[in-house]
């Protein structure tokens, strides 16, 4: 699906380190339509898994989109965008319960993720993480220096 007239574009990612679970940033590269620019934003979660951190940056980047816009969420991030595009109906259906019939993991950041997406026009685009990518990469960067500032600030 493609949306029509002009594009916001945005890389998402989530770094999670030395240990998953532990520290968690976020990191989110935005490139505004008709040559409106590129905005760098990154914050430190706190404790967390990879899959809270890349939530948070999807959500993070699209909460930085204005309301109505079209938005190709790009990531590399296979559970965020299947999430948004494969496995919400299901979910939605069996009570919010996965395949398993378990309880969807992560339901409240899910939950802040189709909010933001609702109310946006948002397609969705996977890119192989580290295969340089420039904005992919940067996101992730963004990501980590969160983490960096934040030990930083720790000590």
């Known amino acids: 699906m493609t949306a029509a007239g002009p594009k916001w574009l945005a890389y998402t990612d989530g770094a999670c380190a030395p240990t998953n679970p532990g520290p968690a940033g976020w990191g989110a590269v935005l ?11 990154f914050g430190f979660i706190g404790p967390g898994t990879n899959q809270t951190a ?26 965020v965008l299947k999430g948004l595009t494969e496995w919400r109906a299901g979910w939605e259906r069996k009570g919010w319960r996965n395949s398993k019939g378990d309880p969807v ?7 802040r993720l189709y909010e933001q997406a609702d109310a946006r026009r948002v397609t969705v685009r996977w890119v192989r993480g580290h295969a340089n990518d420039r904005c ?19 000590a």
């Not at 992919?136 to 720790?154: H, I, P």
Request: net charge negative; proline share 5%.
């Open 105 to 111: 993991a992560n339901l409240g950041l899910w939950k």
């Open 136 to 154: 992919n990469e940067k996101a992730d960067a963004l990501a980590n220096k969160a983490l960096v500032l934040r030990r930083g600030s720790a």
């Open 31 to 41: 490139i505004a339509p008709d040559d409106g620019g590129e905005t760098d934003h």
């Open 54 to 79: 890349e939530l948070t940056a999807a959500i993070e980047g699209l909460s930085r989109v204005p309301p109505g816009a079209a938005v190709e969420l790009v990531s590399d991030s296979q559970y």
